[in-house]
């Protein structure tokens, strides 16, 4: 199985931007990767996911024209860049990594990392 851990996180004033990353490793070939988040008192949601070949992404409507997601698989790393942030962006950000064909987006995964805290300041 694969393992995740996040990094990038942290304090930004409203309309500035950070780039999330999530290093993989253990078994790491054929697996879709994903961005969620979850803010104090609110469910998980979904940002962002992107296929093993990188071809197909898919993103939520609040995270689409601000975020891009990325991947490198000979680095085993997948990239959240995020501009033009919000206070209401403000989460712990999760990454999150399963297997599946090499085009396909899922929006549920098994496996997950720790997080890591993205605070927007207004």
């Known amino acids: 199985q694969v393992q995740l851990v996040e990094s990038g996180g942290g304090l930004v004033q409203a309309g500035g931007s950070l780039r999330l990353s999530c290093a993989a490793s253990?078994?790491?070939?054929?697996?879709?990767m994903g961005w969620f988040r979850q803010a104090p008192g609110k469910e998980r949601e979904f940002v962002a996911a992107?296929?093993?070949?990188?071809?197909?992404?898919y993103y939520a409507d609040s995270a689409k024209g601000r975020f891009t997601i990325s991947r490198d698989n000979a680095k085993n790393t997948a990239l959240l860049q995020m501009n033009s942030l919000k206070p209401e962006d403000t989460a712990v950000y999760y990454c999150?990594?399963?297997?599946?064909?090499?085009?396909?987006?899922?929006?549920?995964?098994?496996?997950w990392g720790q997080g890591t805290q993205v605070t927007v300041s207004s």
């Open positions: 253990g078994r790491t070939f054929s697996y879709a």
């Open positions: 992107i296929s093993w070949s990188g071809r197909n992404t």
């Open positions: 999150a990594a399963d297997y599946f064909d090499a085009d396909y987006v899922p929006l549920e995964y098994n496996y």
